[in-house]
């Protein structure tokens, strides 16, 4: 009996951390967001990059043009390299949403910029204008 409570236990995943919550990071330091040690994806849309500019060093790929976290993986998979993969949008709510749908599919790390480009704009932050090169195509 009690070895099968232990299997149970363990096939559930009870008393110890899943994958997303393994991998699921929440708020990090404004320094690590220009470190080349992440991987920074802003998913926010292409009027919304516009409106408030980007991180110099982000990624642009818009989160809710893909129909599931597996196709937006496929898109970003060229830039998947080992290095935790910070999402930010406008205030941090398609982030929550996107960061544990990705954290249940990635082996690094994934992290959560909540408060989204507001908190940072708001926190004295000024981005720059978004370009080509970043992925922005109306830009």
């Known amino acids: 009996m009690r070895l099968a409570i232990l299997a149970l236990v363990t096939l559930l995943g009870l008393g110890s951390p899943t994958l997303a919550q393994q991998h699921y990071v929440a708020q990090p330091a404004a320094s690590e967001l220009q470190s080349a040690d992440v991987l ?33 993986l496929e898109a970003l998979a060229p830039q998947l390299d080992g290095r935790p993969v910070a999402l930010i949008c406008r205030t941090g709510n398609r982030t929550k ?29 000024r981005p720059d204008a978004p370009t080509r090169a970043q992925g922005c195509d109306t830009c």
Do not use: M
């Open 40 to 72: 920074l994806v802003d998913i926010r849309r292409p009027e919304e990059w516009k409106q408030t500019g980007v991180l110099p060093n982000a990624h642009l790929l818009t989160y809710e043009y893909f129909d599931s976290p597996e196709a937006f």
């Open 97 to 125: 949403i996107a960061a544990r749908a990705l954290a249940d599919r990635l082996e690094q790390p994934v992290i959560d910029i909540q408060g989204g480009i507001t908190r940072l704009i708001r926190d004295g932050y």
